[in-house]
């Protein structure tokens, strides 16, 4: 990926996800514990709420029983009873409910029959005194019960009614009964700050919840332990608590229970505050880290892009001289950085040591090379011109003889300065003049010069349309150009005495223009004798030369040139079949960098 | 086995009817013999209660054979009977918490006094429908009193000792006795006739058993009741 080969995106990446990463688990973390313990504190408290409803439910019965066994132990309800007519218990019953206030008060003789009944129609006094609560109570037993009722459960305590101590005379049956139903259940609410329902055979008899509640509460009747119910748009925690002992149901699955209920909607809603403020709290830290991440990766890299910056600089100036200079008042210094540039500036040196050291040697060699080759280039002419000279002193001169002899010095003369000129040419940096020019149309008027220059092969010309303007010193190239073209038809003159071309009908020198990615590609190709393989990476070298008459200059000049307009210059050949020379020219937005 | 009240409200009325031609009302007949038990009352298991704080406990001994004694009366009287009838005097004492007698057995018209031989305040009350009457709440040493004049049978209670109560038995006549702990009985100077006689006992009476009475003699007669 391309974002990632930058060091600076990986580092803030990494840091980046790394923080992101350790905020988004700590988060995690800190919501699954409080979750955790959220849900604790509410299964706590349900058992807590359990417990009080059975503590009161308890104190309730124990408070019902007593207060059935003392009615029941009060001689007027007993002598009352021993009367066995319904008026006279009617009126004792009456009194003692208005002083307990039970919901339902009912007075069986030692047969079982009523005798009286407060707060429940006479069918329902019979169906409760057919109940075995009764026939217990008639066999001296205390019996507590649960009944359904249309709006509520009826919590029973039923009593003997009897005289005597040590042989008591059974009288009858007292039973008291409380309601569980709304209004209890509206009270246990106050205390406890749950809802309540109280159900019996799969039914919801009483709740504090509306009663649209109460299929979905009906369900919870037979469950065990704690359980969760969708009522509307609440969610419950709910759980159900048998009112009556197993005993005491008698092993029933559908005996009465107490369902206590618990809104996690509403408890859990603080959760909701907590983790909205967990998120926000997340977002804030990732953006904190992001942004410190990217500090942190700039103040990585920062260095680096100056020590870049001047790399690219010396690549592109050659000046070896500039070096890097590392602010020193930075508030933190970066060693490895500072390592880098000192590095980096050691190198430069060195490499401007060595290109001293090597362009001195190259001068002392040069020297020595072109001191042969003036010894001897030079040597020739003079020795021409002296014996020359020579014979212009001898007496009896013909008039031919001497133009001839003055045409050898002139020519001689001639031929000296050519060579002081090349080596000039060498020698002498001359400053570049660039100019945007048509390339096709500088080729063949180098062309065109080239033949110029004397009687050989023509020189074909196979320009690329498509080239585009480039920027050059036409001057200078000129003098590597037709330097090059007239070597090719050299080349392909001496090919003349060896025997004919092996493609005849093929162009002997051929001029040629490309366009290529990035510059554009000049080549000169010829079919002559070609170079050996030995010379073939010595030919750029100055005074080198397989030419009599040569000075070697001609081919490190074009070298010169052609890298003194930023291009390159290159050779390929095959002994025997030809030579190409191969020049690529930068665009004029590169050669200009 | 039916309950005496009720059928003490029809006796009343047939005592006339039935009765045998004049007979000699000195002398008469004797109708004895033993009302067997079947089995005692059963205990109640009960749960202390606050009533039980003020109770003598062991009860008095007696307590319990007061229980197995019942009486046994004489469905129908004979004519004239109720003109025998002296004016008479009957108590209850409370001792002990208790009502001794347990059982009462008077003839109309019989004033009941109630003293109250503890240290402590009683009370008499009784709801039952031939005589309905509270004494209210009296101090030890002191006496109240009942006159019974309807038939039928009367339990009172103490509204202050919720296990106390007895029971008295008013009889328009004066053929009934009252058994010893072990059940005996013997009820004398019986005009001579063809007589049904019932035994009660705690409540609870028998079936009445017809007995023929012989001027001077005696008439064996048990009874198992419950």
């Known amino acids: 990926m391309t974002i990632l080969s930058s060091l600076r995106n990986r580092i803030f990446l990494a840091s980046a996800l790394l923080a992101m990463l350790c905020i988004g688990l700590a988060i995690f973390v800190v919501n699954v514990r409080v979750t955790q313990e959220a849900e604790r504190t509410l299964e706590r408290e349900m058992v807590a709420t359990a417990a009080l409803v059975d503590s009161l439910r308890t104190t309730r019965t124990e408070t019902f029983t007593q207060m059935a066994r003392f009615i029941a132990d009060a001689p007027p309800l007993k002598a009352a009873v021993d009367t066995n007519d319904p008026p006279t218990v009617q009126d004792v019953a009456d009194g003692y409910q208005q002083q307990v206030k039970a919901n339902l008060l009912i007075v069986t003789n030692r047969v079982g029959r009523v005798l009286a009944t407060v707060g429940a129609s006479a069918p329902t006094a019979e169906i409760i005194a057919s109940q075995p609560a009764v026939r217990r109570a008639l066999a001296g037993r205390e019996s507590y019960s649960l009944l359904p009722q249309p709006d509520g459960v009826i919590q029973l305590v039923t009593v003997p009614v009897f005289v005597g101590l040590r042989q008591p005379d059974m009288l009858g049956t007292l039973s008291v009964g409380f309601m569980l139903d709304n209004a209890l259940a509206g009270q246990l609410k106050q205390i406890t700050l749950s809802d309540i329902a109280f159900g019996m055979n799969g039914q919801i008899l009483a709740a504090t919840l509306p009663r649209t509640a109460y299929p979905a509460l009906a369900g919870l009747l037979s469950t065990k332990g704690l359980s969760r119910v969708q009522i509307g748009a609440a969610e419950y925690e709910a759980l159900s608590r048998p009112l009556s002992t197993p005993l005491e149901a008698g092993g029933e699955a559908s005996g009465p229970v107490a369902l206590i209920l618990r809104s996690r909607t509403e408890q859990l809603r603080f959760l909701e505050a907590?983790?909205?403020?967990?998120?926000?709290?997340?977002?804030?830290?990732?953006?904190?880290?992001?942004?410190?991440?990217?500090?942190?990766?700039?103040?990585?890299?920062?260095?680096?892009?100056?020590?870049?910056?001047?790399?690219?600089?010396?690549?592109?100036?050659?000046?070896?001289?500039?070096?890097?200079?590392?602010?020193?008042?930075?508030?933190?210094?970066?060693?490895?950085?500072?390592?880098?540039?000192?590095?980096?500036?050691?190198?430069?040196?060195?490499?401007?040591?060595?290109?001293?050291?090597?362009?001195?040697?190259?001068?002392?060699?040069?020297?020595?090379?072109?001191?042969?080759?003036?010894?001897?280039?030079?040597?020739?002419?003079?020795?021409?011109?002296?014996?020359?000279?020579?014979?212009?002193?001898?007496?009896g001169l013909t008039a031919a003889e001497l133009g001839e002899a003055v045409a050898d010095i002139d020519e001689e003369v001639a031929r000296l300065n050519r060579i002081v000129n090349e080596v000039l040419d060498f020698a002498r940096p001359v400053p570049i003049r660039r100019s945007t020019v048509d390339l096709n149309a500088f080729c063949r008027e180098c062309a065109a010069a080239s033949e110029r220059g004397g009687a050989g092969a023509a020189v074909h010309l196979d320009l690329a349309p498509d080239v585009p303007p480039v920027s050059i010193d036409p001057d200078r190239l000129r003098i590597a150009l037709v330097n090059l073209l007239t070597n090719a038809r050299q080349a392909v003159a001496a090919r003349n005495g060896d025997g004919p071309a092996p493609e005849p009908g093929a162009p002997l020198v051929t001029l040629r223009t490309a366009a290529r990615p990035g510059g554009t590609t000049i080549v000169v190709a010829d079919r002559g004798v070609g170079i050996d393989r030995a010379n073939e990476a010595r030919v750029f070298d100055p005074f080198f030369t397989t030419r009599p008459g040569g000075t070697g200059l001609g081919l490190a000049i074009a070298k010169t040139i052609v890298e003194g307009l930023g291009g390159t210059i290159a050779v390929a050949s095959v002994p025997g079949r030809g030579t190409e020379f191969r020049i690529d020219l930068p665009s004029p937005g590169r050669a200009a960098s | 086995m039916t309950r005496g009240l009720s059928l003490f409200v029809a006796s009343v009325a047939a005592v006339c009817a039935a009765a045998s031609a004049g007979a000699s009302a000195a002398r008469g007949g004797t109708i004895r013999g033993r009302v067997v038990l079947k089995e005692a009352p059963k205990r109640i298991e009960r749960l202390p209660s606050v009533a039980d704080l003020g109770a003598p406990m062991p009860p008095r001994h007696g307590a319990d054979a007061d229980r197995r004694r019942s009486v046994v009366y004489l469905e129908s009287a004979p004519r004239g009977a109720f003109e025998l009838n002296p004016p008479a005097h009957a108590m209850m004492d409370q001792r002990n918490e208790t009502f001794v007698p347990h059982v009462l057995a008077i003839t109309t018209g019989t004033v009941v006094d109630f003293p109250n031989s503890d240290r402590i305040y009683h009370n008499v009350f009784s709801l039952s429908r031939p005589a309905r009457f509270d004494l209210g709440r009296y101090a030890a040493g002191r006496s109240k009193s009942v006159r019974f004049d309807q038939p039928g049978i009367v339990r009172v209670f103490c509204d202050i000792h919720s296990h106390m109560n007895a029971f008295i038995l008013v009889f328009s006549h004066p053929f009934f006795a009252v058994t010893d702990e072990d059940g005996r009985y013997h009820i004398d100077n019986v005009p001579p006739g063809t007589y049904s006689v019932v035994a009660w006992n705690e409540g609870v009476s028998s079936e009445p058993r017809p007995v023929a009475v012989t001027d001077g003699g005696a008439a064996d007669l048990d009874f198992t009741v419950r």
């Open chain 1, 274 to 395: 907590i983790h909205a403020g967990l998120v926000a709290t997340a977002l804030v830290a990732v953006l904190l880290a992001t942004l410190l991440s990217f500090g942190v990766a700039r103040t990585v890299t920062r260095p680096l892009a100056a020590i870049t910056d001047v790399m690219r600089d010396v690549a592109a100036t050659g000046d070896l001289t500039r070096k890097i200079a590392l602010g020193s008042g930075r508030r933190w210094p970066d060693a490895d950085a500072r390592l880098l540039a000192d590095t980096f500036n050691t190198l430069t040196d060195s490499i401007a040591r060595f290109q001293r050291e090597i362009s001195q040697k190259e001068r002392l060699s040069s020297l020595g090379r072109l001191s042969t080759v003036i010894a001897h280039e030079i040597r020739n002419p003079l020795m021409i011109i002296k014996a020359s000279l020579h014979g212009l002193r001898r007496p």
